[in-house]
């Protein structure tokens, strides 16, 4: 495996179909070759759960030949209607969430479905997703639902969602970069918090709040719109929950970028809570940056 590559979670669920599609629409922009991974996990209790296999059953090897044999039809069906593209496949012995963590480090990027065959019913985002989102070493893109195809994607813009900390530097850099291959705008929206009556100044105003949280804004925004001068941006800093605003923002968006955690996390939580709630909720892709 190269580090160029575009790393595809696959285990024949439709979540993870979908995943591929968008990975191999990404791999068509960035010239990148992709590779499909199965991790082969045997549950020690409940007995295996696969293709054509009933719970239970104990490992042999006709399973592992079914599993095999799905992998290769994936990687045939992404040649044909991706013939431009150089695609692997491999099947992996263990846990679906430490194999691709251990594969991302020889990884570009990561995608995966929000929620494949070890998924319970209402459940919204996957344990793998969730997991692999946290500890991953190169981004990591979560696939939700059917995506919209127009052109090879879903239409819209990209969303960034920065509070200023070192994973959210690191996703607004990622999202123009993505915005920029796609040639669509960048929408940038840093969330603030009301502050609380009794412990505010009386002659602070919240517009004055808002254009200081502009102005913080507009200086990270400098450099990277020097250097992607070709991509429209605009940005709203708007007062609330930051989950609940940027999972709106994706209403109309083909991909939504975050940092796995930012200063509202808690220390030893690799994963925020607004990172979970898009992985959850959102409209569109999300692409979730870890700052190493």
Known sequence: MTSDEILVGYDGSTDARTALGWALDEADRTH????????????????????????????????????????????????????????H?????????????????SAALLVLGSRGHGGFAGLLAGSTAVSVAAHAHCPVVVVRGAAPAEGGGRAGHVVAGVDGSAGSLAAL??????????GVPLHVVRVWGRPVPEWTPTDLHLDDIAARERE???????????????????????????????????????????????HGGLRGMLL?????????????????????
């Open 32 to 87: 990148r070759p992709v590779r499909l991974a199965y991790a082969f996990e045997w549950l020690t209790v409940a007995g295996w759960v696969g293709p054509g296999i009933a719970p239970g059953t104990w490992p042999d090897e006709l399973a592992r030949r079914q599993v095999e044999e799905l992998v290769r039809d994936a990687v045939a069906g992404a040649g044909g209607s991706h013939p431009g593209i150089t695609v």
């Open 216 to 262: 913080a804004l507009d200086g990270l925004l400098a450099d990277w719109q020097r250097r992607y001068p070709q991509v429209e941006v605009t940005v709203e800093v708007p007062a609330g929950s930051p989950a609940a605003v940027l999972v709106e923002a994706t209403r109309h968006a083909q991909l939504v970028v975050v940092g796995s955690r930012g």
């Open 272 to 292: 925020g809570s607004v990172s979970q709630q898009l992985i959850a909720h959102a409209y569109c892709p999300v692409a979730v940056v870890r700052q190493e």
């Open 173 to 182: 850099g990622f999202a123009f970069e993505r915005a920029a291959l796609r």
């Open 89 to 105: 496949g491999e099947v992996l012995d263990g846990p679906p969430a430490l194999v691709l963590t251990e594969r991302s480090a």
